[in-house]
């Protein structure tokens, strides 16, 4: 039995073993961690990107050259003390000197180079953005083209006993990456971005006891 099957088993099992019914669900998802380094004057550090979204490469448990996801998009990064800060009488809330990007994007890949355990992915991105800095707030659009190498295996398996039943499909994976980015913001705030980082997928898991 493969080791992915045997973890939905084991998942399916510790529902049941706690005593209580109950399921547990886990998307077809890719996760990417990364740090990025921009030209902006006020900026003061480099900034950190979240991504989090469903993939249709880590659904699918056969090899594809074609990636489809859409999920949700995080930055953020230091800025000078006080910039674009307005005083006013009563403010809700103390300013932090951070830039805060949150939003949502749609990611397009092509799979430039597979083999059996590795491919390598080109892939360009779309962003639709909600920014704050220092209370005050505004929208944005961002792109990115990305290169991303990762090791991966595939499966897909499903079982059902007296008490339990759990089910796998897609992949597990870990890469790198390196991407440039840019984000229609204040020059200020460095709309061009360069960054590397770390992703993984993981499968669709679901697994339930009575």
């Known amino acids: 039995m493969p080791k992915a099957a045997v973890l939905a088993v084991l998942l399916a099992s510790s529902i049941a073993h ?6 547990i669900l886990v998307p077809p998802a890719e996760v990417d961690v990364g740090v990025g380094a921009t030209s902006g004057d006020a900026v003061t550090g480099p900034s950190t990107d979240v991504l989090c979204g469903i993939h ?6 056969h090899p594809t050259p074609v990636d489809i996801g859409i999920g949700y998009v995080g930055s953020i990064r230091s800025v000078l003390p006080g910039f674009g800060f307005v005083a006013r009488e009563a403010e809700p809330t103390p300013i932090d000197n951070k830039l805060r990007l949150n939003g949502g994007y749609f990611d397009l890949a092509y799979s430039l180079e597979s083999k059996k355990h590795w491919r390598t992915w080109l892939a360009a991105r779309g962003e639709l ?3 704050t800095v220092n209370l005050h707030s505004f929208s944005a ?3 990115a083209l990305r290169i991303n190498t990762e090791v991966f ?3 897909a398996f499903a079982a059902a006993g007296r008490r339990v039943a759990a089910a796998l499909a897609g992949t597990f994976a870990l890469g790198v990456y390196v991407e440039a980015s840019h984000r229609d913001i204040a020059p200020e705030l460095g ?4 960054s590397a980082g770390i992703s993984m997928r993981v499968p669709f898991i ?4 009575d």
């Open 191 to 194: 709309p061009n971005e360069l």
């Open 153 to 155: 295996g595939q499966h």
């Open 56 to 61: 249709w490469a880590s659904l699918y448990w």
């Open 18 to 23: 706690a005593g209580r019914g109950g399921a």
């Open 206 to 209: 679901a697994a339930i006891a």
């Open 129 to 131: 953005l909600s920014g």
């Open 141 to 143: 659009l961002g792109y």
